[in-house]
C-alpha cells in the first residue's frame, strides 16, 4: 500500500509538471500528460535508472493502479457517454450522416485492408483474423470526441454548420467504434472459454436493447419531471451505481465494461444542467488523480526501445500513414460530397484526425486482451500521440484557430 | 475486476438507500450509510444468504476494495484536516484550551485505565499493553469534527463562545488523538520489524517538523501570492500529490499512511474559498463512491454474531458507558469550569460525543494492525453507531435543535 500511495504521488505530480510543459509549447495538455507517462515507463526512466525503476515499479505492483484506473476510466467513459448529443442528428440527418460514414468507414476500410500485413508480424499467437482486423480498424477510426467538443466550444464553432458537423461525426464514430469494439471483444472472449460466440451475441443484443428500450426512456420520464431542480446526490449516485452495474454486465458477457460504462453515458438524461454537474462533480478527481494513473499505466507499456530498428520505424511510419489519410481523407470526402468548401473540409478533416484519450483506452484494451503485440501497442501510441499533436498546428495552418486562445482552452479543459 | 466493478455499483446503491431511510428516520445519512455496510456484511447478509454472500464477497475480494477506500480516506482526511482552523486559537486561549483538555483527558484516561481489563479479552495475542491501551484511548477520544463543524454551521452558532468553543475542541481533539495514534502506530509496527522503536519516533519528529517548518510556511507563502485567485486545478494537483507523498512518508516511517494525510490538510493554505474548493471538487467521488466503500469494508468486519451472550453484551455496554461518561462529562467539566451554564456545558457534551466517520477509521486501523480482536472491533462500532445516533434527539432533548433543521442539514451535509 505504501508503495502504491508513493507511485501515485509521483504520477500526479509528473502529469501536472509534463502537462504545464506542454502547454508552455503551446500543445494540449493530454500530450504532456501522455508523454509524462511514456517518461515513467521502461523506454525512458527505466533505461536511465534500471535499478531504481524495478524498485518504484516491482513487476507486481501494477494490479492495484490497475484497479484505480480502470475506476478513472470507468467514471470517464460514463461521462463522455453522457455529453454525445444524437438528438441533433434529426435535424440535419442526410449532411451529417454522409460525412460521419465516410469519415468512419475509410479509416477502418483501409486499416482492415492493411490488417493481414501487420497480423503476421505484430500479433501474438492464436488471435484470430477477423478480432484482429476488428481491433486495428476500431484503433484508426477513433475521434477523442472530448477533445473535439471543448476546441469547438471555445472557438463558437459548435452551432456552425461545420462545427454541428464535426460534432456529429465524432459522436457517431465514437459509438460505432465503441460498437465494434464490443463485437470484437465478444469475438476474443467467446474464443478463449465460455459460451459460445452467438450466445454472446445474443446476450450483447438483449442488453443493447434492456438498455436503450427500459433504462434510458426511464431516465427520461425522471428527467422531466424534475429538470428544473439541480441533480441531487442522489439522483447523482444512483445514475453512477446504474453505470457501475453496466460495466459489470457487459464485462460478464464478455464485453469490455468501459463499453457499458459508455453506454450507460448515452442513456444518461439528456438535461444539460445535469450534464455540467455530472462532469463538474468528478472531474478534479478524475483528472488530477484517477486519469494520470491510466497514462502511467499506458507509458509503463510503451517500449519504445522496440521501435529501434529502420523496418520498425517504417511500420510505424505506415500505420501513421494509414491513420491519417484514413481519418482526414474520409472525413474531407464526407464534407466535399456534402458541398463544403475546401477549407471547411480539411478543417474537419484536422479536427477529426485528432486521437486522444480515447485511442489510448482502445489500445491498452487490445493489449490487455493479447490482440496488439508490445511492439504494435507501441507503434499505435506513437500514432496517437502525433496525430494528437498536430491537431493545433494544422488548425492554425488553415487560419481558423490563433493559437493563444486555443492553449488557453486547453489549460481549461483537462478532459481529453 | 468484473466482481470488483458489481460489488462496487451494490455497495454506492445500498448506500443511497440507507443513507435515504436514515433520512427519514430523522437520523443522521452516516448512520444509515455505516448500517448499510453493516447489513452488506456477516452479521445480516452473509446469515441470511450465506451462499450468495460468499459468491459476491469472496475472501480474495477485499484487496481491490481496500486500494479504493484507502485511496478515498486519504483524500478525506487530507479534507479534514484542511478545514481545522487552530488560528482561532489565539483569540481564546485559556477557556478553549481548558475545555478541550478535558474532553480529551478524561476520556482518555478512562479508557486506559480500563485497558488491561480489555487487553486480557480482546486483545490478539502478542499485541503489547501501551499500545493496546494507547489505542483504547483513543478510540474512545476521537469526535467527528467533520460533522460537528456542519451541526454548528447551519445553526449559525459557530461564530457564538460555544460554537466556537466546541469548534475548537473537536479540532485539539482530532489533532491529539491522531498524534496519540501514530505513537501507537509506530510502537506496533517497531514491535513487529525493522528499525527500533527510538529510531521510527525520531523520523516522527523530524518528518512533523519537516511539515510545519517547511511546508506550512511554503504553502502560506504561496497562498498570501495568489489568495485573491480561484484554486488552480495545477496547484490543488500539487497539494494532493503532497497528500499521497506525505502519507506514503508516514506509511514508511511506520506510522498510519492516514496520519500523513490528515498533517498535509492541516498544512493546506488557509484560503476560506481554497478550503471550501477542495472539499467541493473531492466531495462527490469521495462521499457517492469511495466513502460509501469504506463503510462496506467496515460492514463486512463487523461481527455482530460475536455479540451473542449476555457477558459480551455487558462489556459492549462497558465501553458505550466508558466513551458517553468520557467524553461527555470530559466536556462538561470543562466548559463547566470556563464558567458555561448548564444547558451550554451539556450541549457541548453532546455535541462533542459525536464519534461518525473518523472513529470507525481508527477502529478499521486498530483491527488491521490486530489490535483488536473481531469482537472488541464489533463491540466499538456499536458504540460509534450509537453515540453518533443519539447526538440529535440529545440536542433536541436541549432545545438547541429543532429536528427539521438538523435533518435538512444532514441530507446537504454527505462528509461526516
Chains 1, 2 share one sequence.
Not at 502547454?23 to 494540449?28: D, E, H, I, L
Not at 471543448?150 to 461545420?162: A, D, F, S
Not at 460478464?252 to 444518461?268: D, E, K, M, N, S
Not at 444539460?272 to 507499456?301: K, M, N
Request: proline content about 4%; some cysteine.
Amino acid at each position: 500500500m505504501s508503495l502504491l500511495i508513493f507511485q501515485m504521488s509521483m504520477i500526479v505530480l509528473l502529469s501536472i509538471a509534463c502537462g504545464r510543459i506542454a502547454r508552455a509549447f503551446g500543445r494540449a495538455q493530454v500530450i504532456g500528460e501522455i508523454f509524462g507517462g511514456i517518461l515513467m515507463g521502461p523506454s525512458i526512466f527505466g533505461r536511465i535508472a534500471p535499478s531504481l525503476f524495478a524498485r518504484l515499479f516491482p513487476q507486481g505492483s501494477f494490479a492495484a493502479l490497475e484497479v484505480l484506473s480502470t475506476v478513472g476510466l470507468i467514471l470517464f467513459l460514463f461521462i463522455v457517454g453522457s455529453e454525445l448529443d444524437l438528438e441533433h442528428l434529426r435535424q440535419q440527418k442526410t449532411t451529417a450522416l454522409l460525412s460521419s460514414l465516410t469519415s468512419i468507414v475509410l479509416p477502418f476500410t483501409l486499416a482492415t485492408a492493411a490488417a493481414p500485413l501487420f497480423h503476421a508480424r505484430f500479433s501474438p499467437n492464436g488471435v484470430g483474423r477477423l478480432p484482429f482486423a476488428l481491433f486495428l480498424g476500431v484503433s484508426m477510426s477513433i475521434t477523442a470526441f472530448p477533445v473535439l467538443a471543448r476546441i469547438l466550444e471555445e472557438r463558437n464553432l459548435q452551432t456552425t454548420p461545420l462545427g454541428a458537423t464535426a460534432l456529429l461525426c465524432a459522436a457517431l464514430d465514437d459509438v460505432a467504434a465503441w460498437l465494434l469494439l464490443a463485437v470484437g471483444m465478444t469475438f476474443i472472449s467467446a474464443n478463449n472459454s465460455g459460451p459460445a460466440l452467438w450466445f454472446r451475441l445474443l446476450w450483447l443484443a438483449i442488453y443493447l436493447a434492456a438498455m436503450f428500450y427500459i433504462v434510458r426512456p426511464l431516465g427520461r420520464r425522471f428527467a422531466t419531471k424534475r429538470a428544473h431542480n439541480i441533480l441531487t446526490y442522489e439522483a447523482l449516485g444512483l445514475m453512477l451505481a446504474i453505470a457501475l452495474a453496466s460495466a459489470a454486465v457487459t464485462d460478464a458477457i464478455g464485453v469490455h465494461p468501459l463499453f457499458g460504462a459508455f453506454l450507460a453515458g448515452l442513456c444518461f438524461p439528456r438535461v444539460p444542467h445535469w450534464q455540467q454537474s455530472l462532469r463538474v462533480r468528478l472531474e478534479s478527481t478524475l483528472s488530477l488523480i484517477l486519469l494520470p494513473l491510466f497514462f502511467a499505466l499506458t507509458g509503463l507499456r510503451t517500449r519504445l526501445d522496440l521501435l529501434n530498428d529502420l523496418r520498425t520505424l517504417l511500420w510505424t511510419g505506415f500505420v501513421l500513414l494509414l491513420a491519417v489519410v484514413g481519418k482526414m481523407g474520409g472525413a474531407i470526402i464526407g464534407a466535399r460530397l456534402t458541398g463544403q468548401e475546401w477549407r471547411s473540409s480539411l478543417t474537419l478533416g484536422a479536427l477529426l484526425n485528432t486521437r486522444g484519450l480515447v485511442e489510448l483506452i482502445v489500445l491498452n484494451i487490445a493489449y490487455n486482451a493479447h490482440v496488439f503485440s508490445p511492439t504494435l501497442f507501441t507503434m499505435m501510441v506513437v500514432m496517437a500521440l502525433v496525430t494528437t499533436a498536430i491537431t493545433v498546428p494544422l488548425l492554425r495552418a488553415l487560419g481558423i484557430a490563433d493559437g493563444s486562445s486555443l492553449q488557453v482552452r486547453s489549460s481549461a479543459a483537462q478532459f481529453n
